[in-house]
């Protein structure tokens, strides 16, 4: 549970950085102000995940420690540990900010992140195999968490806090994830409106 529990931290920054903050920043007129500005819309958009992502990867390392103490993990102050965790905290919430940067970002009433983040929330993290194995999914369910950014990080964390695989268990996972966020930022990119 600890491995989820890291994630869904991370995603709940996700959905308030991601989608709530920016969606509130139109709405008070605040966006105005990005839009003024000799920014390109890489650099705003960019800048605005990274933000974003920086508050996630210390959500998902406070998570982490805690959690790992708490649940006994033996050597979680181990440095090199410690690195492939935060290696894999950043792409993991680079991956997150960028999905819910990606859903928000052509919408403009408020009440739509707060209406659709539960049940996304439900329909990532489930098939993710936090809970129970992606092995005994029926194949339809296989299918949705092979394209789920979660399923990714739930395996890289496992393999990190409970079998201190080291890089060889977490490059696959950092990979995937890695690429999530360069193809959900690029689009965010495209997708960006730079007007009023």
Do not use: C
Not at 44 to 51: E, P, Q, T, V, Y
Not at 159 to 178: E, H, P, R, W
Request: charged fraction near 10%.
């Amino acid at each position: 549970m600890l491995a989820g529990s890291i994630s869904i931290a991370i995603f709940v920054v996700a959905m308030i950085g991601g989608g709530i903050v920016f969606i509130d920043d139109k709405a008070r007129g605040l966006h105005e102000g990005y839009l003024v500005t000799p920014i390109g819309k890489a650099d705003l958009i960019i800048g605005l995940i990274f933000a974003g992502a920086i508050k996630g990867v210390m959500a998902g390392l406070t998570i982490t420690v805690i959690g790992g103490m708490i649940a006994g993990i033996e050597r979680i102050w181990d440095p090199i540990r410690l690195l492939y965790l935060i290696l894999v905290l950043s792409v993991t919430a680079l991956g997150m900010i960028s999905f819910m940067f990606l859903l928000m970002v052509r919408v403009d009433d408020p009440l739509v992140p707060r209406a659709i983040f539960g049940v996304l929330n439900t329909l990532l993290y489930f098939p993710s195999g936090a809970i129970y194995p992606t092995e005994g999914f029926p194949t339809w369910l296989r299918w949705i968490s092979v394209v789920d950014p979660f399923t990714y990080a739930v395996h890289a964390l496992k393999n990190l806090l409970l079998k201190n695989t080291g890089f060889s268990g977490i490059y696959g996972d950092v990979g995937i994830l890695a690429a999530f966020a360069i193809v959900f930022t690029s689009l965010s990119i495209l997708l960006f409106q730079r007007q009023l």
